[in-house]
């Protein structure tokens, strides 16, 4: 198996010092310049094919019938790739999409395919970051809305990303996210090694799972359930909030997304940050934001009207789950409380303003029917009660 050392020195001067991780698709390893140490970047190794036995399985398949039909597939394979990082190119100067810096592209030696090699800018991922310390409600805001940016950006250009996740979104020093990967996730999945969409699940839409056609919505669906993860104690929708995870648990809470059931409320959110992460998971396409603009106004209008968590410094204390629930009920239980949070709202956000109503009316004619069954029963006890000592009163003085 070809290693990136084999290249070295990569575009003339640069080395690899160590890996950052790897993908199903190859490695991202941190690389420097020998002459100016202090400039540093990623970069992205893509070997197709992975190796021998994937070029066996490609033939195996009727994919490709000999060696010279496999390399004019890794060919045409090559050709949209370059493609999809001529795109990146041209994105260079959206502050919200990991840099392209350069690229270089090898054919490999002892068999059809090439090694490609991808040099960008230096970030670090969310999911470590997200290891380190726990997000607050109005960082998490702001990564909805800079990914939002990253998203518009792609609308433009009629492009639908298909694999927004935690890996894919990385961090600056100045705290700014960016959205990575896309165009290399998408043709990837057309080589025999990634026939499978296992893995992706996590964050799938489910017209994406069933294999319908996709559209824009459906990178709405996917950032709804990354930001839906961070204000939930980082546990997917409808896991158990606390404890253990089994495997059955996860194969549970996954067919209860896709099959349509309605998201819990994460554990850190409020009302207004939940309903916003409930439209863009929205089951059906129709009733999630229509484009990344719509859900980018809504997250704005949060912060700007002072969401909790919006000021709070990196790592700031927060809440427990069962903290948040009990200050949410305390405050709804107010209809000063409820009004409150309807009025902040309602200017920016009628259709968000008219779920908050219709769910405090709700709740409020359930507590009404709960205090008169309540009433009711202590009604009936005392008259009981009552006759009880009439009856017993009767039989001592009699």
């Not at 070029?55 to 045409?76: C, F, H, N, P, W």
């Not at 409600?137 to 433009?156: K, M, N, P, S, Y």
């Not at 305390?330 to 009025?343: F, K, L, M, P, V």
């Amino acid at each position: 198996m070809v290693s990136i050392h084999d290249f070295e020195p990569l575009w003339g001067s640069w080395k690899i010092d160590r890996q950052l991780g790897r993908g199903s698709y190859g490695g991202v390893y941190l690389a420097y310049r020998e002459d100016s140490p202090d400039f540093r970047s990623a970069v992205k190794h893509v070997s197709i094919p992975a190796d021998e036995a994937e070029l066996r399985m490609l033939m195996s398949e009727g994919i490709a019938a000999d060696l010279e039909s496999a390399r004019s597939y890794y060919e045409k394979f090559k050709d949209d790739l370059i493609s999809e990082i001529r795109f990146m190119y041209r994105l260079r100067g959206c502050p919200n999409i990991v840099a392209y810096e350069d690229h270089a592209v090898i054919g490999k030696k002892d068999m059809p395919g090439y090694d490609i090699l991808i040099r960008m800018e230096l970030l670090e991922p969310l999911t470590e970051r997200a290891a380190s310390k726990p997000f607050s409600q109005g960082e998490v805001c702001r990564l909805g809305i800079d990914i939002c940016t990253a998203l518009e950006a792609l609308e433009r250009e009629r492009i639908i990303h298909r694999d927004i996740k935690p890996a894919n979104i990385l961090m600056s020093r100045d705290g700014t996210y960016k959205l990575g990967d896309f165009g290399v996730a998408r043709q990837m999945e057309k080589t025999s090694m990634v026939l499978s969409k296992k893995g992706t699940y996590s964050y799938m839409a489910p017209e994406v799972y069933r294999g319908e056609e996709a559209g824009k919505t459906a990178d709405l669906y996917s950032l709804g359930l990354v930001m839906h993860r961070l204000l939930n104690a980082n546990r997917a929708p409808f896991l158990p909030p606390e404890g253990e995870i089994t495997y059955q648990d996860t194969e549970l809470a996954l067919a209860k997304r896709l099959a349509g059931k309605e998201l819990p409320r994460p554990a850190y959110a409020d009302d207004a940050v939940a309903a916003v992460i409930g439209r863009a998971c929205a089951f059906k396409p129709a009733e999630r934001y229509a484009a990344a603009s719509d859900m980018k106004a809504a997250l704005q209008r949060g912060l700007e009207r002072g969401v909790p968590g919006a000021g709070e410094p990196d790592g700031a204390e927060r809440a427990m789950p069962w903290e948040a629930r009990s200050m949410s009920d305390a405050a709804s239980s107010s209809g000063t409380g409820r009004d409150e949070r309807i009025r902040t709202i309602q200017d920016g956000d009628a259709e968000l303003a008219a779920s908050l109503k219709r769910k405090y009316a709700y709740r409020t004619k359930r507590e009404n029917k709960e205090y008169v069954i309540t009433l009711i029963i202590l009604i009936s006890i005392t008259v009981a009660a009552l006759a009880i000592i009439w009856v017993l009163s009767k039989m001592i003085f009699h």
